[in-house]
Nanobody, 127 residues
Framework: EVQLQASGGGLVQAGGSLRLSCAAS????????IGWFRQAPGKEREGVSC????????YYEDYVKGRFTISSDNAKNMVYLQMNDLKPEDTAVYYC????????????????????WGQGTLVTVSS
């Protein structure tokens, strides 16, 4: 069974940093890519970033590009999202999700392609 667990959220002031972690289990890590998504209060869930180790692909949405960095540790089945220069508009519940790594083209933010989702971790950025 594919399982994901996101952690690392918390309360931080604007301009601060947090690192989210996503622990993956129950599947062959190399066969999947991992995406981070977020859902702010009253808004739809949106993509943030993705990583696919099989071809060293990373992807960032424009609103986090240059501030967030995604990385992975295959030995530990972990994916991280380093978030710097946080803004109040980054406030959301952040989710990690797993997608088969064989998709081509635009796949990162296509939520319906993902096979499994973690429970989410809340990030609150105060102004």
């Amino acid at each position: 069974e594919v399982q994901l667990q996101a952690s690392g959220g918390g309360l931080v002031q604007a301009g601060g940093s947090l690192r989210l972690s996503c622990a993956a289990s129950g599947f062959t890590f190399a066969n999947y890519a991992i995406g981070w998504f977020r859902q702010a209060p009253g808004k739809e869930r949106e993509g943030v970033s993705c990583i696919r180790d099989s071809d060293d692909t990373t992807y960032y949405e424009d609103y986090v590009k240059g501030r967030f960095t995604i990385s992975s540790d295959n030995a530990k089945n972990m994916v991280y999202l380093q978030m710097n220069d946080l803004k109040p508009e980054d406030t959301a519940v952040y989710y990690c999700a797993a997608i088969r790594s064989y998709y081509t083209g635009t796949w990162c933010n296509l939520q319906w392609l993902y096979d499994a989702w973690g429970q989410g971790t809340l990030v609150t950025v105060s102004s």
